[in-house]
Every structure is written in C-alpha cells, then in structure tokens.
C-alpha cells in the first residue's frame, strides 16, 4: 500500500467546516483513498471512500485532486463528537487488511 | 452498516493466566478478520489476518504460540492470549469484511486487556 502524509493534529471551531488533508503522492492507479476515523477507546469507524471523483455521504465530503496524490476529508458542520484520530488510508480494493499511519487527531473546540 | 461485536470490552486477569477475545460479525459472513493491537496514543498495528477453516497468517514479530486465533465459523473469530504478561497489556481490535464483496471493513469496539 501506498503511504500517506497527515499533519499530527488540528483543531476546529464547533459548527465550523473541518478540513483534513492527505498527502498520498505515491498512489498507484488502482488504490482507492479511504478515511476512517477512531474516537477514543472505540474501533475505528468508516467514514468514506473514493477513487478519483469527489464522493459524499451523510457523514463527510472527500475531495481529490485531478493527479490523485492528495485528498482533503471534509466534515462540514463539526460537533465535539467528531472530536477523533482521523485516518487516511490508500489501498487496492480486496480483502486485504487496512494499514494504519498516525492519522490527525482532530480537536473540536466549543 | 454491518456491525462486528466484540467481546469482552474490558477485562483485567492476573499475570500467567490466559484470556480469550471474541469477535463476531452479527449480519454478515466474514471469510477473513483481522486483529490488531493498540498502544496508548499509538496507532493500530496488524497482529494477524485469520480465515475461515484455516491458520491465521500472523505479521512479523507477532508470536503465533502466544497469540492463538481461531475462526471456526464464518461469524466467528477467537483471540486468545496465553500466558499472559503485564507486557500484553492493550486494546485489542477485530475487524471484518463481508466475504466475496471488496467494500469497507468493519471494526468491533475494541478489548482492553489489563494483565496485573
């Protein structure tokens, strides 16, 4: 699997758009870009995943760029419960085991 | 979405003992699990992939002897910890697939073992 750049940590506003980045500047043609995320002492939690269209479900927004070696995760409205590590994850679609980085720990802040 | 429970969440056992985790995919069957094991503020680490009617395939490092999987069904996977050492102490983590399909996988709630 490809790797992947997060920053270490951000923080957002409570209510404001969240905007996480990854770098994945080594990803192949066939390596979809996944986010998961994990609060605290909880598994991870899929959030999201695409190729190279922009996708959107009811949880967040990802954006990737026409060459594909970067992504942004956006969580348009954040809550203090989206306060989490968030992981970025390239890989090829199968039943291959997830690899995790050190993800950006996002704090949410009232 | 498909849901993996885990059992038990949290549990503390004394030093030379061994414990048992269980993950279980309640709507789905999963061919394949994975376990993984976390540090504090550290992230998740691949301990081994475990399939359905054969050896777990275990990652370097990971002692097999120690770590004993076994998933007998297509529902369920067993970690067990021998012999435990306060060492071993960390948050365990399934995960699991639904067979034949190459979508998301799915995560249990994680185990917190405490080896006193």
């Known amino acids: 699997d490809a790797k992947t750049t997060q920053p270490t940590s951000m923080d957002c506003a409570e209510g404001r758009a969240a905007n996480l980045p990854c770098n994945h500047s080594?990803?192949?043609?066939?390596?979809?870009v996944y986010w998961y995320r994990q609060i605290h002492s909880q598994g991870p939690q899929y959030i999201i995943h695409g190729l190279k269209n922009n996708e959107t479900n009811e949880m967040a927004s990802l954006i990737i760029t026409e060459d594909r070696k970067s992504s942004t995760l956006i969580l348009p409205h954040a809550t203090l419960r989206d306060t989490a590590v968030y992981y970025c994850i390239v890989r090829v679609p199968g039943n291959t085991p997830l690899v995790f980085g050190k993800g950006t720990r996002l704090s949410v802040i009232a | 979405g498909a849901v993996v429970s885990q059992h038990p969440s949290r549990v503390i056992c004394k030093s030379g003992t061994s414990v048992k985790i269980e993950c279980r995919s309640l709507?789905?069957?999963?061919?394949?699990m994975f376990w993984y094991r976390q540090f504090p503020k550290k992230s998740l680490m691949l301990m081994a992939t475990s399939n359905e009617g054969s050896k777990a395939t275990y990652e370097q490092g990971v002692e097999k002897d120690k770590f004993l999987i076994n998933h007998a069904s297509l529902t369920l996977s067993t970690l067990t910890v021998t012999s435990a050492h306060p060492e071993d102490s960390s948050f365990y983590i399934c995960s699991a697939r639904v067979s034949g399909a190459s979508t998301e996988a799915f995560f249990g709630q994680g185990t917190r073992l405490t080896v006193v």
């Open positions: 709507d789905f069957q999963a061919t394949t």
């Open positions: 080594t990803i192949s043609g066939n390596e979809y």
